[in-house]
């Protein structure tokens, strides 16, 4: 909700602004009420409220007055101006010192519903690009912007910081419900991350505020799916590090459907017999052993509850091994090393990249045998490419899709390097990146929205992979 803040030193104007607005149906909430502009000087400066609507001429401290005290103060709380016919050209130099806008009085009440959804979209667009500036500045290494956009680590000699990654189940998020911390002296701010993802980082000048047992906490918040929750640190160097580790545990939702309360933990050394195992299959050519082995690793895995972390280190190691063994056989497949980002959108959950490392050692002990001629292979692989270039906007699995088009899943990763010289992952990351591209350019949508538009319904996720294709990040890109 938008916060709003009425000065007038009438009355009775101050009572028609707050009945002729629909506040509620477009966000805003009237915080403050004030006839006296010293009293609600001192409440703008306590309460950084969204929104003023004051009264351009009142007694010792005008309507202009208190926007010159707030610009004054670097507050970003934004003016509308209210005024008479008389002290129309007042408003017009409100107007010029950045008044958002202008109404007289008496209201016209055939307007106001105009009006509150003309703010309301004004807001709508300044959350949107706020987000994207903060966004780009936590996870970037540049100390000086994180502080001037997280005023609060100035407060204090000292300042712990703590991210959560909230998981949301719908896009109905209840951040006042959300950030409700009892008390305790803790500063939040969030971030939107995606349409149902949301960072929320948490600062305080005492470490114990931020530990403690956030369970109870999470459970009395319907609607949240799982929280990833990082360590604590008093570094601002350290905060991109922070994000990455709450995005992690936030992440366990690809190793369970119940995701919950998840604390960054790596449990790293518990995976090393999954991989001395898949050492032992492939050096010992022990290939029988691979239906047991790849069942066991999905109990293993949820018996000792790991976590992205490990599923990151168990494929990058399974990948190292694979391709140092078998590199001609496995020159076009898709085995390259990947962060959790890049696994989460490439499999579609833990037993999805199971089973490719499953058909992967299959493909090794059948020496790639396969039940269609070369010819009709390559015309189910032509369909398949031509149903990604029409589709590659929606949620595309290469496990799907090779059952869509009858292609075995790995040869179909070796098909994608020989005849388009790049892997499935590659070809729908260009063809979502060019398509954002030209969006950026051609249209005023934001950049959350060009995001959806382009395939990546996380905000987060696109962000890095725009800048790993672009070298700068969408925001950047849209400004050059």
């Known amino acids: 909700m938008y916060k709003v803040m009425i000065v007038d030193d009438e009355a009775w104007a101050i009572k028609g602004i707050c009945n002729a607005f629909d506040w509620d149906k477009y966000g805003f909430e009237i915080v403050g009420q004030f006839k006296s502009a010293y009293k609600a000087w001192d409440a703008i400066r306590a309460d950084k409220p969204d929104l003023v609507f004051t009264d351009i001429r009142m007694p010792d401290i005008s309507g202009l007055d208190l926007m010159k005290r707030a610009k004054t103060h670097g507050l970003d709380t934004e003016f509308v101006i209210v005024s008479g016919y008389a002290e129309f050209e007042y408003a017009q130099e409100a107007l010029r010192y950045g008044a958002l806008d202008y109404f007289l009085k008496p209201l016209d009440i055939d307007m106001t519903d105009q009006f509150i959804m003309k703010l309301a979209m004004h807001f709508s667009r300044r959350s949107e690009a706020r987000n994207q500036i903060l966004l780009d500045a936590l996870t970037s290494a540049d100390e000086d912007e994180i502080k001037r956009l997280l005023p609060y680590s100035d407060c204090a000699a000292v300042c712990y910081y703590r991210v959560l990654a909230v998981d949301f189940e719908g896009e109905n998020k209840d951040f006042n419900t959300l950030l409700s911390f009892k008390g305790k002296p803790i500063h939040a701010v969030e971030v939107e991350a995606g349409t149902r993802k949301m960072l929320v980082v948490l600062m305080s000048e005492h470490r114990a505020c ?19 929750i990082s360590s604590i640190s008093s570094q601002l160097k350290h905060m991109s590090k922070l994000i990455k580790e709450a995005d992690m545990s936030a992440s366990q939702v690809f190793l369970e459907e119940a995701g919950g309360v998840v604390h960054y933990e790596p449990k790293l050394h518990l995976v090393k017999p999954c ?3 898949i050492y032992r299959i492939i050096q010992g050519n022990q290939f029988d052993d ?17 976590g992205m972390a490990e599923v990151v280190y168990l494929w990058n190691q399974a990948a190292g091994i694979l391709i140092n063994a078998y590199s001609e056989e496995l020159k076009d497949m898709e085995l390259e090393f990947l962060n959790y980002s890049e696994i989460k959108e490439r499999f579609e959950h833990f037993e999805s990249l199971c089973s490719f490392l499953h058909e992967v050692l299959a493909s090794i002990r059948q020496e790639n045998s396969r039940s269609l001629q070369e010819g009709d292979i390559l015309s189910c692989f032509n369909r398949m490419v031509a149903y990604i270039n029409q589709h590659f906007e929606q949620k595309l699995y290469l496990k799907d899709l090779s059952a869509q088009f009858f292609i075995n899943q790995v040869y179909c990763c070796q098909l994608f390097k020989k005849n388009l010289g790049k892997t499935f992952s590659e070809y729908v990351s260009e063809l979502r990146i060019k398509k954002a591209r030209e969006l950026l350019k051609h249209t005023d949508l934001s950049i959350e929205q060009i995001a959806i538009k382009a395939g990546y319904v996380d905000y987060y996720y696109f962000n890095k992979v725009f800048k790993k294709h672009c070298g700068i990040t969408p925001t950047k890109f849209r400004k050059s």
Do not use: C, P, S
């Not at 931020?210 to 990833?228: F, R, S």
């Not at 691979?290 to 790991?306: N, P």
């Open 210 to 228: 931020l530990e403690g047992d956030w369970d109870e906490w999470v459970l009395k918040n319907t609607g949240i799916n799982a929280v990833g």
């Open 275 to 277: 991989i001395d195992e």
């Open 290 to 306: 691979m239906d047991v082995f790849i069942i066991g690793l999905q109990e293993y895995f949820r018996d000792h509850h790991l």
